[in-house]
């Protein structure tokens, strides 16, 4: 058995570790101001990387931040994956999404400044937290528990509102981030149909328990 692998795999590896660095580094950046006129030098220090070695990975900063922006969403849509595996209910889903993600402006904020600064433009691309939206509204109106007529309009409404709560936490953090949230997910539960009753419950209950 060898004790070490062959060197392409290592290449390979390192190669994904200069990617993700850059994409962490823009990340960052991103998160800290929202600015994306730094320097590709300032991005390959900050990532640790030969300068160089960008232009292995991006074409342009363009490029690299609106990975780091799908890089994002993605990391925001698998953590809900892993909170609400067994949950069905596509109500309880939207309003759990909510919850969590007014929870994660505390416990995550460089990805939810992220999302804060740039998902506006994202929610109607091909992306990780798009695609798992989408499937919620779907199996909601093919059961008939939301009654919206459009799936991309209540994409919109889901999105938007959602950027807005984010901006709302970060913007007024004194707030109570879960009575807000709450607030927020019973509105846009009676949006997509649910009668008030309904909506006012799913809000309110318990959030499964973490993994």
Same mark, same amino acid.
């Given at each position: ?8 795999? !290592? ?15 823009? !990340? ?34 363009t ?8 890089d ?16 069905? &209910?596509?109500?309880? *889903? ?5 919850? *969590? ?19 506006? @433009? ?5 992306? @990780? ?5 989408t ?23 889901? @999105? ?17 981030g &879960?009575?807000t ?7 846009v ?14 809000? !309110? !209950? ?6």
């Amino acid at each position: 058995m060898p004790t070490s692998a062959p060197p392409s795999n !290592r290449f390979e590896r390192r190669r994904a570790e200069t990617r993700r660095a850059l994409i962490r580094s823009a !990340r960052q950046i991103l998160a800290e101001t929202g600015d994306t006129g730094a320097s590709i030098q300032a991005i390959a220090e900050r990532a640790d990387v030969g300068f160089g070695s960008f232009y292995n990975h991006f074409t342009s900063k363009t490029e690299l931040f609106e990975a780091a922006v799908v890089d994002a969403l993605e990391e925001f849509g698998q953590s809900f994956d892993e909170r609400l595996a067994g949950t069905d &209910d596509p109500a309880e *889903l939207v309003a759990a999404g909510f919850r *969590l993600s007014a929870r994660m402006a505390d416990s995550h904020p460089e990805l939810m400044q992220v999302l804060r600064r740039r998902g506006l @433009g994202h929610i109607h691309t091909v992306n @990780g937290l798009t695609r798992r939206a989408t499937r919620d509204i779907e199996v909601g109106m093919a059961s008939g528990r939301f009654t919206a007529a459009d799936p991309v309009v209540a994409l919109s409404a889901l @999105g938007g509102t959602l950027l807005s709560l984010l901006e709302l936490r970060f913007a007024r953090p004194e707030l109570d981030g &879960d009575e807000t949230a709450v607030s927020l997910a019973e509105m846009v539960l009676r949006m997509l149909g649910l009668p008030p009753d309904d909506a006012h419950e799913v809000a !309110r !209950r318990p959030l499964p328990d973490p993994a």
